[in-house]
């Protein structure tokens, strides 16, 4: 029977995950493949640690030299789940400068530095695969490469951290505030210590930045991408946008338009029915619309040990059977793409929804809809609360337009907050997506 | 450029989307695939009318001789979208025996003698690529072929008929009669003439054969498969099922179990909140759970010219990269394999929803329920019928149970439509599915 031998180079949540996989399934992975995931080598600093906690056969080497296994000639793949980016890339270069295919989950990385490790992967005749780089278990990137490859693709967007989006769903069900929703996913180990990533929107722009390739043949840079993230999200909001018919996700948007396309991160209101409003929790979805298939979704768990661990043993097998060498070097998306032409975010038109304290006194919506009107937005629908609430002079008036110019949106709330009447610190906008 | 050759026989509603999509996107398909797809030959008897429909370039030629593209050295693959299975099945061997691969969407012919053509392609060093007989553009098969492949299958189950999934949507929102459903489906172009294929449960059958073929690894016959389709569903039951909080669904599924799978097709209760409770109209959707990944979704449109069509150009691309060679003659699921081991449905344990029509007298709930102990099936909950409608004497009571097993509960219902209280002919039965 055909081998094929791993180095696995960190060994955390996700990689432990890959050795147990590799190591707990050989025979059902081996009648599944015809051929033989070897787990040759586990490279990482915690020596000690990792002795005692992995239970590793003899044939296994546990090191902390990141040289060694890309010397031995029996290392078929490394599979890199360092993190981080220095490190990563050099053993990702110095593997495949050795000969070694490549299996990542580093979408950080990629985002940043794709370009340039594909570029060497094929000099090298090597291949670099990243199915656990976006949304876990969903095999999107294998769609994206391969069952739509027949496919105009005029969108692919999603719900693409799960952390995000159990925040979300916490604020929304449990009415809860934003610390609270996050702490809640610190404590349930959804949210790192630091969760500055994922609540600033960083994650998906790499997701988004790895999925766009692949969908329009173009480079995209983590810099093309707008991104605002869901630190500033308040209960009321959901509360608001519920009751307008709309739930609040984060989404990582790509559109194909006129011009070039929209790239952007940042919360949305979904219409209820919409096939991701209903994706809550930790979990994550993908739409993609093409010009034959329409629109194809794909949900599933974007994070954690196993659905991670799965899709990083997917893209072993893949190279094991040697089909996804060929992909790689094939396609001319892994190759020098042109770089992506960026619509800019002013000049998008979509529909708004914002929110705005003013003072509780006659003529105040008046200025405000006069303001408006000046820069092109019209209403479409508003909520105006009947009252100031005890203690408070001012009111509070939900907005939903018609669709408008993202420019003229903005300097119209920038003019409508430096009114008088105005609270400006406390104005929220959000935007809505009818993808 | 590397060229591949194709040969398209049968140049119906899904042909001629295909001819029209490697012959209209030449250009972008070539970009992304870095090889060119050649459309040499239509195969169809209906020469003269597809000679004025067609805009064929003097490279194509129209013939319906079923050998002389296969005499052609040129042609690498057959497309067989001819339906039936005698000259389908003929046309594949000796495509095969030729030295072509094979790209079909017939279904009823891969659960008839999948095993046959299967051989008959390994033999010869050549594959049959069938993503489009499932579930149209959704990528079901790649996903459990190649994604899925580290994964062990605990159940794959969906909706796969689209025809179907149209008529109980517009019963169940429209209140329609299942006649008029079923023509509104007819008028609109998604069920056939003679929709008996669709409606009685068979082309969910075929694409459960071929499914669970890869999801388990077993060979699945058609026969294997308990069937039940749609025509008998009343209104009323999507009614009363709605106010329990199911949807009605017809679902092929496929679980493991502890002593063999379950295989089975009929129509289902899901709760309200599942994910494919809320797939209305001709959508498709398939859930995957695996060991590792847990739940994943897929949905999107099943059926049609452009999202088949799009699904054959998708195989054709993976054949024109040599791709999908390799995983046809390495993974095992396409070689010989053990036949599945059945768990009859008289063993399986679920759910049941039941409606009886009773005379409205004193008694009668208790007679039913005596035999229901009897049998060990206890009742959930129960809607009864204030009194009987003007004209009738029966009253309408629904029962759904806990869990029960489905020999213990034919047996109860068939002593109940005995009962002299009973109108046995107007009982109806639904499985509950909860996986």
Chains 1, 2 share one sequence.
């Not at 390739?213 to 946008?241: H, K, M, N, T, W």
């Not at 190279?319 to 001319?332: D, G, M, N, V």
């Not at 008036?397 to 008088?420: K, P």
């Amino acid at each position: 029977m055909k081998q094929c031998g791993v180095a696995l180079y960190g060994c955390g949540t996700v990689g432990g995950g890959v050795a147990e996989i590799i190591l707990g399934r050989r025979g059902a992975l081996a009648d599944r493949l015809g051929s033989r995931l070897r787990l040759l080598y586990v490279v990482d600093k915690r020596l000690r640690e990792l002795a005692g906690e992995l239970d590793l056969p003899p044939s296994v080497r546990l090191t902390d030299d990141l040289d060694e296994p890309l010397r031995d000639p029996d290392v078929d793949v490394v599979v890199e789940l360092l993190g981080g980016k220095t490190v990563a890339a050099s053993v990702i270069e110095k593997a495949l400068r050795a000969g070694k295919d490549v299996v990542t989950a580093n979408k950080a990385l990629l985002a940043a530095q794709g370009t340039r490790l594909f570029g060497i992967a094929r000099e090298s005749k090597r291949s670099i695969a990243f199915e656990a780089s976006v949304a876990g278990c969903i095999p999107i990137i294998a769609a994206m490469r391969s069952a739509m490859v027949a496919e105009r693709v005029e969108s692919v967007y999603g719900i693409v951290n799960g952390t995000c989006n159990y925040i979300l769903t916490r604020m929304s069900e449990g009415a809860l505030p934003y610390e609270e929703a996050l702490s809640e996913a610190q404590q349930r180990g959804y949210a790192e210590a630091d969760p500055a990533l994922d609540v600033e929107g960083d994650d998906s722009v790499h997701k988004l930045a790895v999925l766009a390739r692949l969908a329009f043949g173009v480079e995209v840079r983590e810099e093309d991408i707008y991104r605002e993230g869901i630190s500033s999200i308040e209960p009321a909001d959901l509360r608001y946008a519920h009751s307008l018919g709309y739930t609040l996700k984060l989404l990582a948007i790509g559109i194909r338009g006129g011009d070039g396309l929209e790239l952007r991160v940042h919360p949305a209101l979904l219409r209820h029915g919409h096939p991701l409003a209903a994706v809550g929790g930790a979990r994550n979805a993908v739409c993609v619309h093409g010009d034959s298939v329409g629109e194809v979704v794909f949900t599933g768990l974007g994070a954690g040990r196993w659905p991670t661990a799965s899709a990083v043993v997917a893209d072993l097998c893949r190279i094991a059977l040697k089909t996804y060498q060929r992909e790689f070097s094939e396609l001319p998306q892994f190759a020098e793409v042109p770089r992506a032409r960026v619509i800019p975010l002013e000049e998008l038109r979509m529909r708004y929804y914002f929110r705005l304290s003013c003072l509780d006194r006659a003529g105040v919506l008046a200025r405000v809809a006069g303001v408006l009107g000046r820069h092109e937005i019209s209403i479409a629908s508003c909520i105006q609360q009947d009252q100031a609430l005890p203690g408070e002079e001012h009111v509070t008036v939900v907005f939903m337009t018609h669709e408008a110019r993202e420019g003229a949106l903005r300097d119209a709330l920038a003019e409508i907050n430096e009114l008088d009447c105005i609270d400006g610190s406390r104005a929220r906008m959000l935007r809505v997506v009818d993808v």
